[in-house]
C-alpha cells in the first residue's frame, strides 16, 4: 500500500500532505465549510441539506480527491472507504430531537447515521467497494488498520479512502482523510 495524499481539515485550516491549503480563523465551522466549499469548487446542490459531519467529510474528500484523474477514471468497484468517528452521529441526533417535539424533519434524520458520511463520499465520486464507518475512540486505530490492510490484501480494491471524520456535541471538528492506492 501507498499513501498517494494525506488531507487535515480542522481548526479552520486545510492541510494537505502538510502543506496549507486554506486558513480561515475565527469562523464558526458553518461560515468555514461554506467557504471551503465554494473553494472546491464542487457542484452538489444536497450539501446544503447535509449534517454538520456530512458536510466535513464530503469536503475533505473534495479535497482529497482533487485532479486525481487515476482515481475518477478507475473501476468503481474498487474503490473503497474506511471511516472512523468517535461521537458518530451524535451531532445531527441532536439537532433531530429538537424538531421531534413539532413536526419531526425527515431530512435530518436521514443524517443520525453516521455511515451517510461515507455514502455521500461514495455516491459524489463513484466508489461501489467496500464501505464501512467504524464507531472509533480516536483517529489510531489498531481495529480500523487491521481492516484497512486486510481489505487491500484481498486484491479486489485499487484505491481507498482512510480516515477519520468527526464532528462532536460541541461542534468540535476533525477529518484525517488518506488515499490509499495497491501497489
Known sequence: METVRYLSIKDNAVLCDGKEVLYLP???FPSFAKTLYKESGAEYPKFYKMSDMCK???LAAEFLLKDLDEVKVADPDQKALVLGCRASSLHADIEYSRTMNDIPSPAL?????????????????CFRGEELMLVQDGPESREHENYLKVLMAEGKTKFCISGFVDYDENGKYIAELSLIKKK
Open 109 to 125: 434524520f436521514v443524517y443520525t447515521l453516521a455511515n451517510i458520511v461515507s455514502g455521500e463520499i461514495a455516491i459524489r465520486h
Open 26 to 28: 475565527g469562523e464558526d
Open 56 to 58: 466535513l467529510g464530503f
